[in-house]
């Protein structure tokens, strides 16, 4: 897809959400190919609207994953997007975000992985995947989400 034009004829109207009739991921979020590189249709047009690419993540205000509709999209950080996911229920977390702040800050004070991990239910292994930040990477003390492309 190299226009807006073009976008917007793979976009249905409504006097609620505008949905994307393009090409979907298995959780319903549009997907197309702009500027060479396969993308969330969201996404796409919150940086048309926006003249920029977020620096976060697109959320949906309506909590409709097809919908592109500008005016139901906002910019916010992965702990925001993680928070609204657990208030509407989409994602089921062992630990909650002031659980891994607490982990993050009290390794950076040189606790124990594995009495971090007794302390709040889950494995060593837990506590290490977010020591090391392949979990939970862009939250808590010390860490800072890397620019996006």
């Known amino acids: 897809m190299k226009t807006l034009a073009q976008l917007w004829r793979k976009v249905e109207k409504t006097n ?8 979907k991921t298995r959780d319903g979020y549009g997907r197309l190919s702009w500027c060479g590189r396969l993308e969330s249709a969201h996404v796409v ?8 690419w977020p620096e976060f993540y697109v959320l949906h205000l309506c909590d409709t994953p097809a919908c592109v509709r500008p005016d139901h999209l906002t910019e916010a950080d992965q702990e925001e997007n993680l928070r609204q996911a657990i208030e509407r229920g989409r994602i089921r977390p062992k630990l909650s975000l002031d659980q891994v702040k607490d982990i993050r800050t009290r390794l950076l004070l040189g606790e124990k992985e594995s009495d971090l991990a007794r302390e709040h239910g889950v494995t060593r292994a837990n506590v290490s995947c977010i020591a090391r930040g392949k979990t939970w990477r ?6 800072n989400p890397p620019p996006r492309p």
């Open 45 to 52: 047009v919150y940086a048309q609207v926006h003249g920029k």
């Open 16 to 23: 609620g959400c505008w949905f994307w009739t393009g090409a």
């Open 138 to 143: 862009l939250v808590g003390a010390g860490w």
